[in-house]
């Protein structure tokens, strides 16, 4: 397939199947590598996602500098959190572990939103949005970033202009179902072992 005939969740879809070893542990600039192909999906978004795509790419950014200062030692994703918990770092704001657990409410967001647009055809976006964030980022959010949320909300852009932009190239329905599918199951592994050390819970102010 030309990839002018590919959706635009291809390159993820495709990057997704690498993220694991062969043992089944997630492997760190894999994973890393595949969250960056997130990034033109959230594109397509327009504004109303730009907070969310900040903070995707700083919390990408925060996990690859430390996997790069000793790549063989933090060659599994979870090692990151290991060390954080050894030296009690963890809770952190400026933690590898942070990083991680917001990168993955910021992709659990992503595939809320996606989910709704697939399953409930008849809402308006503000709805998809307002839907989406009460189930994945708002009980984690302080009032300021509950409020800087719902400004964003408001720009979202109208479905059907939305559903132009995103394409119609390939199978997008089922690339979009697939998606929310495949990295509902890695999110919810990152959940699990955040959970399993107790660091899944933690707030923004």
Partial sequence: MKMEDQSVFIPSLEGIKHVKSEEGDLLTKPFLDVCKLIIPIIDKFGSSMTIVKLDIKSN???????????PSRFNY????????????????????????????????????????????Q????????????TKTLKKWHGWLATSSSMVAIK?????????????????IHGDIQKFCTDFSLITLSIHKFLGSVGLDNMKTS
């Fill in 60 to 70: 990408i950014s925060r996990l690859e500098s430390r996997h790069k200062s000793n």
């Fill in 77 to 120: 994703l979870y090692s990151l959190i290991q060390a954080e918990v050894e030296t009690n770092t963890a809770k952190s704001s400026s933690s590898c572990t942070n990083a991680l657990l917001w990168l993955t409410r910021a992709i659990d967001f992503l595939v809320e939103l996606l989910h709704n647009l697939e399953q409930h």
């Fill in 122 to 133: 008849d809402w308006p976006m503000s709805q998809v949005y307002n839907d989406s964030y």
């Fill in 155 to 171: 720009l979202a852009p109208d479905k059907k202009k939305f559903m132009e932009v995103i394409g119609t190239q390939g199978d």
